[in-house]
């Protein structure tokens, strides 16, 4: 991850801006806090909490190092001027399952704001793969693990 490029959405990129600061202004913070106050139970060696505190403080400094990468890398997708008439990461694109006709839809976007409970899935899945760069009306193939299916691209939303 370290030289590749990371696209991200002007929206992702500012969650991640607000998630590193709160992250360097308040939790590094708070973290300390936990630890003096540890501290001040005595005997290191079988202190919980002091050992929790420091396994928290590794967790918070190894996000910060990770949002730190990312948006070192981050390469920002335009947000409105996309063609409209092709899917590209920031489209919010209606799939058709050609087999069964159920309806999805997804946004396209980079793989750190992939989100599939959201319904935000990756320009690197599967579907993202096969449904960029194409216009409504095309029908794309996904093989999944799960087998191999058929959509139909129904709209694009930018």
Known sequence: MADREIILSPEGKKAFEAELSHLKLVRRREVAERIKAARA????????????AKKEQAFVEARIFKLENILRHAVITPSSNHNSDVVCIGSTVTLKDVKTGAIHQYTIVGSQEADPGRQRISNESPVGKAVLGQKPGTVVTVTVPA????????SIDH
Do not use: C, K, P
Not at 41 to 52: I, M, P, T, V, W
Not at 147 to 154: A, K, L, R
């Open 41 to 52: 139970f005595g005997d290191l060696s079988e202190n919980a909490e002091y050992e929790d």
């Open 147 to 154: 087998g191999t299916f058929q959509y139909e691209i129904v």
